[in-house]
C-alpha cells in the first residue's frame, strides 16, 4: 500500500516538475528580447536551460514510472503526521502576517512540542515561552533584528 | 588589538556553534552557515564571517564526533571516517578515536590554512588576466559540476541546477536593463533573493526531513582517554602532512570538496601504510588520521576558488558567496586587490577557528556526547523557528519568511524524491555569471560561434580552465565508478 502510494506520489511530484519546466520554457519565449542577436539575447540561456529542464524532467518521470523499488526512508513521508505538520508550518507563517511574531511563534512551538511528543505539556509550556523570549532577546540585541 | 579580541571571541563562538551543529547527525555545516548568513546582515562583514568561518571549520570536525560514537556522519565529509572511528569507539576507544578526529582535524586545517595564505594571491594574480570567455567557462565548469551532487541520478541534478540557474535570471536582466520572467509582478522585479532561497533549501527542508526521519541512535556514552600518544602522532605526522596536500588539492577543485577528498586521502592511505595499527575498516587509527586531516584541509583548498575566481568550492562556499553578496561584494580577483584586509581576516579566523576547536574537542567531549543525545524532536522545533528569524532578518520583511517557506517546501519535496538541492544553489550562484559572461562574449564577438571556440582554442588561459575541467571530471567518474563497483 504505501509503496504504491509513494509511486503515484513519485510520479506526480515528476509531473508537476515537468509542467513546471514546461511553465519556464513557454515564458522564456516571451522574454522581450529589443534588438539584441540571436545569441547574445536575454532569452538564450533561460530558453536554454529550460529546455534542459524539460528533458531532465521527462527522463526522470520514466525513471519513476519504471522503478519499482521503494527506499525505507521516503516510505515514512506518507504518514498523515508528516503532511498535517507541514500544513501547520504554513499555517505560522500565515499567522505571522495577523499576529505578533512573539505570539505566532510561541503558539507554533508549544504545538510543535505536544505535536511530536517531545515534552509534556507544562514543560512545553515553559519550553515554549522561554525558547522565544530567550531568542528573540538574544537576536534583537546580538543580531539587531527588529521584531 | 581590541579588533583581533573581537575577532577571536566571535570565532570562538563560532567554532563553538559549529562543532554543535556538526555533531547532531542531520544538520549540516550549511544549514548553519545559511542561517547565520542572514542573522549576520546588520554586521559589519569582517565580524560576520569571523563567525561563519568558525562554524565551518567547527562543523567539519564536529561531524566526525557522531561518525566515531553512533556510525552516523554529522557531516558529509566524515563518511569515511566512519569506517574506522565507530569500530574503535566499539572496542571501548571512542575517546582516542575523537582524539585522533580532533588533532589531525586541527593539522589539516593548520595546512589548509597556509595553502589558503600562499595559494589565493597567486591564483588572484591570474585571474586579473581573465578574459569573459574564461568567466564563461568556469562557470560551465561549476555548473556541470553537479555530476558530483548527482547522488545516483545526473538527470535530478542537471535538472534542479537547470532551475536554480533559471530561477537565478528571474529579474532585471544587467545587459539590457529589461524585466525578465517576472511575470509582471513587481515582487519578482528584484530577483530572487539568493540568502532566502538558501536558508529555505537548505535550512528550512533539511530539519522538515529530519523531523519525517524520526530517526533515533544509541550514542556510545563511555570513550575513556582522549588525547592520542605522542609518539604516535610523530610517526604518523608524514602521513598527516600528505593527506592534508591531498585535501587541499582536491578541496580547490570547484565542486568537489571535502568528502571527495576525504576519500581520496583513505585510499591513499590505504595503499601506502605497510602495517596499520588494526586492519582498515576495523579501527586502524590511520584510517582516521587520513579522513580528518583531509576534510579539514580541504577548506582552505575550498575557499581558494570562491575568493579568486567567485567559483564556489562546495556547497557551503556557495552560501558564504551569499554572505559576500548581501554586504555589497563580489568574490573574484578584484576583491583581492580592492579589500585584501578582508582575506587577511578570512585567513586568521580560520587559523583561530582551527586552534579553538582543538580546544574545544578536547576539553568539551563529554558535554557534545550528552548534546548528541537530545532528541531530535526537541532539538528541530525551535531551529526550525530560528530559520523564520533568519529568513525576516534579512529586511525586517515577512514577505522574506513566505519565500523561505516556499523554497523550504520545494527543498522538502527535492528531498523527498532525491532530487540533490546543492546544483540548485550553485545554479542560483553561477547562473546570472553564466548568462552575462556568455553574452557579453557573444556581443564582443559579434554573435559568433566559431571566433569564440578559436578565442579558447589560443587562450592560454582558457585551455588551462579546460585541462582543470578534465581532470576534476576524470576525479567525478573515478569516484563513481568506485562507488558502483562497491
Known amino acids: ?147 | 588589538m581590541e579588533h583581533l579580541l573581537n575577532i577571536a571571541l566571535l570565532t570562538a563562538g563560532g567554532t563553538l556553534a559549529g562543532i554543535l551543529v556538526g555533531a547532531i547527525p542531520g544538520l549540516s555545516a550549511t544549514m548553519a552557515v545559511a542561517i547565520l548568513v542572514s542573522l549576520t546582515y546588520g554586521w559589519d562583514v569582517t565580524s560576520a564571517l569571523a563567525v561563519i568561518m568558525g562554524i565551518y571549520q567547527g562543523a567539519v570536525f564536529g561531524g566526525s564526533i557522531t561518525a566515531c560514537l553512533i556510525n552516523i556522519p554529522g557531516a558529509p565529509s566524515s563518511v569515511v571516517t566512519t569506517l574506522d572511528g565507530y569500530p574503535l569507539a566499539k572496542r571501548g576507544e571512542g575517546g582516542i578515536a575523537i582524539g585522533w578526529a580532533c588533532t589531525e582535524s586541527f593539522l589539516g586545517g593548520l595546512v589548509g590554512v597556509l595553502a589558503l595564505w600562499i595559494g589565493t594571491p597567486l591564483i588572484a594574480r591570474i585571474a586579473i588576466g581573465f578574459a569573459p570567455q574564461d568567466y564563461f567557462l568556469l562557470a560551465i565548469f561549476g555548473i556541470l559540476l553537479v555530476g558530483s551532487f548527482a547522488e545516483g541520478s545526473f538527470g535530478k541534478a542537471m535538472f534542479t541546477a537547470s532551475l536554480g540557474i533559471v530561477m537565478g535570471l528571474i529579474g532585471l536582466d544587467l545587459i539590457t536593463g529589461m524585466p525578465r520572467l517576472t511575470f509582471g509582478s513587481d515582487l519578482l522585479v528584484k530577483g530572487v533573493d539568493l540568502v532566502t532561497a538558501i536558508l529555505g533549501l537548505f535550512g528550512l527542508s533539511e530539519v522538515l526531513y529530519q523531523l519525517y526521519q524520526n530517526s533515533s541512535a544509541h550514542v556510545i556514552q563511555k570513550v575513556g582517554r582522549v588525547l592520542p600518544p605522542l609518539n604516535l602522532l610523530a610517526r604518523y605526522l608524514p602521513l598527516t602532512l600528505r593527506t592534508s596536500s591531498i585535501g587541499v588539492l582536491i578541496g580547490a577543485l570547484p565542486g568537489v570538496g571535502g568528502p571527495i577528498a576525504s576519500l581520496m586521502a583513505y585510499d591513499h592511505a590505504k595503499r601506502t601504510v605497510k602495517n596499520p595499527s588494526s586492519p582498515f575498516g576495523e579501527g586502524a587509527y590511520e584510517g582516521v588520521v587520513a579522513s580528518e586531516s583531509a576534510n579539514n584541509a580541504a577548506i582552505g583548498g575550498a575557499i581558494i576558488p570562491m575568493l579568486t575566481l567567485g567559483i564556489p568550492g562546495d556547497a557551503v562556499t556557495a552560501v558564504i558567496i551569499g554572505a559576500f553578496q548581501i554586504h555589497g561584494l563580489r568574490p573574484g580577483p578584484m576583491l583581492m586587490t580592492e579589500t585584501p584586509e578582508l582575506f587577511n581576516m578570512i585567513v586568521l579566523s580560520l587559523l583561530f577557528a582551527t586552534f579553538f576547536f582543538l580546544i574545544f574537542g578536547m576539553l568539551l567531549i563529554k558535554p557534545f556526547i550528552k548534546l548528541v543525545s537530545i532528541p531530535q524532536n526537541i532539538l528541530l522545533p525551535p531551529i526550525i523557528f530560528i530559520t523564520v528569524i533568519g529568513a525576516y532578518a534579512i529586511n525586517s520583511s515577512l514577505i522574506d519568511v513566505a519565500w523561505m517557506a516556499f523554497f523550504g517546501i520545494v527543498g522538502f519535496v527535492f528531498k523527498l524524491y532525491k532530487f540533490p538541492i546543492p546544483p540548485m544553489v550553485l545554479g542560483l550562484v553561477l547562473g546570472p555569471l553564466m548568462d552575462e559572461t556568455f553574452r557579453r562574449t557573444m556581443i564582443s564577438y559579434r554573435g559568433n560561434f566559431g571566433d569564440l571556440l578559436g578565442a579558447i582554442a589560443v587562450s592560454p588561459i582558457s585551455l588551462s580552465v579546460v585541462a582543470l575541467m578534465g581532470v576534476t571530471f576524470y576525479l567525478m567518474f573515478r569516484k563513481t565508478g568506485k562507488a558502483k563497483r562497491g
Do not use: H
Open chain 1, 1 to 147: 500500500m504505501k509503496a504504491v502510494r509513494y509511486k503515484s506520489g513519485e510520479i506526480g511530484a515528476n509531473i508537476v516538475f515537468l509542467l513546471v519546466a514546461m511553465f519556464f520554457l513557454t515564458s522564456s519565449f516571451f522574454i522581450d528580447a529589443g534588438n539584441s542577436q540571436a545569441l547574445s539575447s536575454p532569452k538564450i540561456v533561460p530558453i536554454l536551460l529550460s529546455a534542459v529542464m524539460v528533458v531532465c524532467a521527462v527522463l526522470s518521470l520514466i525513471e519513476a514510472i519504471k522503478t519499482r523499488q521503494v527506499s525505507k526512508a521516503t516510505e515514512n513521508v506518507f504518514q498523515l503526521p508528516v503532511l498535517t505538520y507541514v500544513g501547520v508550518f504554513f499555517v505560522y507563517v500565515g499567522a505571522l502576517f495577523l499576529l505578533p511574531f512573539w505570539l505566532a511563534s510561541a503558539a507554533f512551538l508549544l504545538f510543535s512540542f505536544l505535536y511530536w511528543k517531545s515534552l509534556p505539556p507544562v514543560k512545553a509550556i515553559l519550553a515554549s515561552a522561554g525558547v522565544v523570549a530567550v531568542s528573540m532577546t538574544l537576536f534583537a540585541k546580538v543580531f539587531y533584528i527588529d521584531f
